[in-house]
Structures are given as C-alpha cells and as structure tokens.
C-alpha cells in the first residue's frame, strides 16, 4: 500500500523525510517529483542503500545518484531524524532520548517521545515508542498517567532506529561517541528492538508493521524478526493479525491472574478478559518452544508477588510456549506502589523456575534517569528536576521494558 499521504507539503512548511519509508513510499516519492515509473525500481533500490546501509543525513552524500535528482529530492522532502531535545546517559550506561516530532494535522504543539538504549556486553537494545502518550491507563505505569496525543508515523517510528544508530556510532565506519559506556562487543550495537516505550503498538498497528519490516529488512537495517518484540497490553483482535502480517516476537504486558486485579492494574482487561487473551497466546501463528511469548509481570508489594501469585502465575500458563520476565516495580513520583521485597521476589522466581519457566529477575538498568520500565513520559509533563535527582539519589539504575 502507498503512502501518498505522508508525501505531501504540511501546514507548517515542513518537508517529509524519507527516512523511515519502505520501497513503496519511496518509490511515491520518487513519482511525486517526476521520476518516471521505468527508472523508480533502480532509484528506490539506491535510495535504500544510503538511508538503511550506510545512514546518510544529506542527499549530497549520495554519490551513485546524478546530481540533477539529488536536487529535486533536496528540494521537495528531508532526510531528518526527530529531534533530540535531551540526552542522557545513566550511570549503567543505558541512554534515553526525548525526541520532539513533527506537527502533524490537529497537534496544538510538537508532540515528544523518549526512547531508550540498553547496552550489554554482548548485544543492544533498543526501546522504541509507538505513540505519544497512552490510552490505557495502566496504574502502575507512568507513562500511562499521559493522555494519548497521537500516533507515530512510520517515518517517525524507523527515524528512532535512525537516531540512535547515528548517536552511538551503529553505521559502517563511524566512530563511537565519546563517552560511550558499555557498548556491545560486537560489531552491531543495535541488536534488538523492544516496542515496549511511549504507547500501546497494537493501537497503531498499520504504522508499527510498516516500520517493522523496513528494520527486518536484510537488504537494510536487517534486525531479524527473531530480535525484534512487540509488547502488547492485550489488544486481542489485533494479537493473531500481528503475528500472521509481522511475525515479530510477542510479548505481553500480564501482571496479574485474576480478572478482577487485572482490571484494576491494566484496565483493557475490562474489554479482554484474561480467558480470551490466553486464548489468543495459545494460537498465535508460529509460537513453538523456539518462538516462546515473553509474559512480563511487575512485582508489585502486597498485591500481586504471594507465592499464591506465583502457583496461579504457573497454573495460568499452563500450556503456552513461555518465558516470564519478572520485573521489579520502578517507582515514579506520585505512584502509590511499591517494590517487592528482594527476598519475595527470590522466592516468586524459584517457585516459578522450578516449574519449568524460564523467569529471569529483570537486572535494574536506567532507574536513576526515569528510563526504566513503565517510567517513560514526555517533557510536556515530566517531574520536576528536583523530583528528579530526589528519584536518583533514592534508587539504583533499572531495565526499560
């Protein structure tokens, strides 16, 4: 399908980027100045190579394509990134961006993002958002106290990939920033993509399934759909669509066994009861003990982490190709949870180990910059700095998730 509507001019003067656009929309692009149909299979395949191969920001880097086109292409759409209005590197090295968008359509002001960065000495991963703000409400989840503004576009959701390969050096050739911190090893330092930042993916599902085959293409950024993970609260009419159009990993955002707990941590149960969405696991196209889904479950004190939980937890699974990824509560101003205990969480984990589950304790990683899992919300209406710095001298470093 096209994407004709992306191409043209906005109210406010802004040139589209191509960075981000599959061959179809590139080769829109390319219609929409005046390359003729004969010749756009060639210019796509070129284009292709220098935004998701080699990571160019200027069209007059692109020395194979004439001069004459390079032109029409600088004159008519961009090659941007969203823009990086902070930065910041935790003590563990993890990076979070907040990224500030385009306007779009009714947006009364630039909407923004954050995105984040999870080193590891053997891999990287990326945590990317899918819309600006949330619907859901979940009530341990920071990002879920901002109202949804709108959903990313395509371009907008790639240019994330864009954005960080070009901040720590993830192209061919260039140079790892200086103040790097435990960068992979390996030669690519992007590894995996996590949707599990800003937003519920399956709500914007057309622009995240187009930006997800431009990452799983080999011939580009060529991340395996193996490495890449869309998290999802329980949107169940969309579970098995995804899995059949995208083919990615699954993971779900679970917490709790009992329906009427679930309703009140992750209110679209209310719609998609627990049943329905085991129901959607259990046939999820190509889940196998090779392909297992990822349920994530916060620990919560007092309210979800008994070892009662834990057998409900197991019993509740029973069945599915699973992995259970036991994530420690990340506090944010204002919440009313609280971490479990280290000792309960030990517990939960080897009851739910010893039934077979693989259940590993998330390892704490950006906690100290508000870049942990379920701590993520825009500038617009983040803490204050002094709330801030009271959440880091408090807490260690998190994971995103």
């Keep these: 399908m096209g994407n004709t509507n992306k191409l043209e001019i906005d109210v406010n003067g802004a040139r589209t980027s191509l960075a981000g656009l599959d061959r179809q929309g590139l080769a829109d692009a390319l219609g929409h100045i005046g390359v003729p149909e004969r010749q756009r299979r060639m210019r796509v395949a070129q284009l292709w190579g220098w935004l998701y ?179 999802t609260s329980g949107v169940v009419p969309e579970i098995g669509r995804w899995g059949s159009e995208a083919g990615t990993m699954l993971a779900i955002s679970l917490h709790a066994t009992r329906d009427e707990l679930r309703n009140e941590l992750v209110p679209i149960n209310k719609r998609y009861p627990i049943a329905e969405l085991m129901a959607a696991c259990r046939s999820y196209p190509g889940v196998s003990n090779a392909r297992r889904i990822t349920f994530e479950y916060v620990l919560l004190k007092g309210i979800n982490d008994s070892l009662a939980d834990a057998r409900a937890l197991v019993k509740l699974l029973a069945g599915i190709p699973a992995k259970i990824n036991l994530i420690p509560f990340n506090p944010w101003p204002g919440t009313r949870y609280e971490c479990s205990e280290w000792g309960q969480i030990e517990a939960f984990a080897d009851y739910v180990n010893a039934a077979g589950y693989a259940s590993p304790v998330r390892t704490p990683r950006g906690r100290d910059i508000l870049a942990a899992c379920g701590q993520l919300k825009s500038e617009s209406l983040k803490t204050r700095a002094r709330d801030r710095v009271a959440t880091q001298h408090a807490n260690e470093p998190d994971v995103v998730g």
């Excluded at 003590?91 to 080193?119: C, F, N, S």
């Design 53 to 231: 191969v080699r990571g160019v920001t200027r069209f007059d880097d692109m020395s194979d394509v004439s001069k004459e086109l390079r032109a029409k292409l600088a004159a008519a759409y961009s090659l941007e990134r969203p823009e990086i209005v902070s930065e910041q590197v935790s003590v563990d090295g993890t990076r979070k961006w907040l990224l500030r968008l385009p306007k779009r359509g009714h947006d009364m002001r630039a909407p923004e993002v954050e995105t984040v960065y999870i080193p590891e000495a053997d891999r990287g991963t990326l945590c990317i958002s899918s819309q600006v703000g949330c619907t859901l409400t979940c009530s341990f989840c920071h990002t879920g106290t901002q109202k949804l503004v709108r959903n990313l576009e395509q371009q907008e959701i790639v240019g994330q990939i864009l954005l960080a390969r070009d901040r720590i050096g993830d192209w061919p050739g260039a140079a790892a920033p200086q103040d790097g911190r435990l960068l992979p090893e390996s030669d690519r330092k992007i590894t995996n993509i996590v949707l599990m930042g800003m937003g519920e993916p399956l709500y914007n599902f057309d622009n995240v399934r187009r930006a997800m085959s431009v990452a799983a293409d080999g011939e580009g950024l060529s991340v395996s759909k193996r490495r890449i993970t869309l998290s």
